[in-house]
């Protein structure tokens, strides 16, 4: 697992940037995973600026209040829509994100299961995390090896929602902790004193159903991007400061190696 430590939420939000850029220069037609909540806004602002980047690029998302139309305001896929996929995209094609107003939910989670699998499956998968440890909709207790499906919100994450004035379903249809899992790349974002505990629980504490996001400290390839005050309670803050200080960047030189020569003249 990859910490990144950065002084402020701006610094996180050009960190996280740079990641997804650095994906989609490597392969335009990136499937990417997206989710919702406060965090990413600042991500998606910066991903907004460069519409031409998403041209290839297929979307999906991780979850999706059970009952909401897409058209709903409160629905995570009007959310994507407004804050990202309407500003880079005008082509539904590639756009496959979970909707809450089906009948029959179960088949509905296979079927997503199914176009995942046919896109290639998920090659970066943008992640938030909850104060409960959640990961999507995976509230504590999910088990670790989850496929997309309905899920019982917590009585918190009900209330959590519930500030913003909304009366909001208590069901929800999620990708599972094992379809998260199988995506080439996570990038998980976190800010806020209010994450500390949680964050000092998923990098540094046991991996456990408890605390889903826990799971990704089994993930070969997640980037986990804080600010300062989210990884205030990190044990081994300064180490991870210290790797990012030090961390290999491709074309970088070695501590030593003699300077590369001149290109030749052509
Ligand atoms: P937040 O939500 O970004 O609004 O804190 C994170 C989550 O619940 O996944």
Known sequence: ??????????????????????ELARKPDLVLGLATGRTPLGL??????RPEAFARACFFNLDEFYGLPPTHPESFHAYLRRHLI?????????????????????????DYEDRIRAAGGIDLQILGLGRNGHIGFNEP??????????????PETVAEYAKSGQDLPRFAITMGVGTIMEARRLLLLASGEGKAEIVRQMVEGPVTAEVPASAIQFHPRAVV????????????????KWVYAN????????PGEAPAPPPPRS
């Not at 998606?44 to 600026?49: G, T």
């Not at 005008?90 to 496959?96: L, R």
């Not at 207790?141 to 919100?153: D, E």
């Open 86 to 110: 309407d500003r880079v995209r005008h082509d539904p094609a590639g756009v496959n994100l979970l909707r809450g107003d089906v009948t029959d939910l179960d088949q509905a989670a296979r």
């Open 44 to 49: 998606y602002e910066r991903l907004a600026r």
């Open 141 to 154: 207790g999910s088990s670790l090896g989850s496929r997309t499906r309905a899920k019982t919100l917590e």
């Open 1 to 22: 697992m990859e910490i990144v430590i950065r002084p402020d939420y701006d610094r996180l939000c050009d960190e996280a940037a740079a990641v997804v850029f650095e």
């Open 225 to 240: 991007v804080l600010d300062e005050p989210a990884a205030s309670r990190l044990k081994r803050r300064d180490y991870y």
């Open 247 to 254: 961390k290999y960047r491709v074309g970088q030189k070695a």
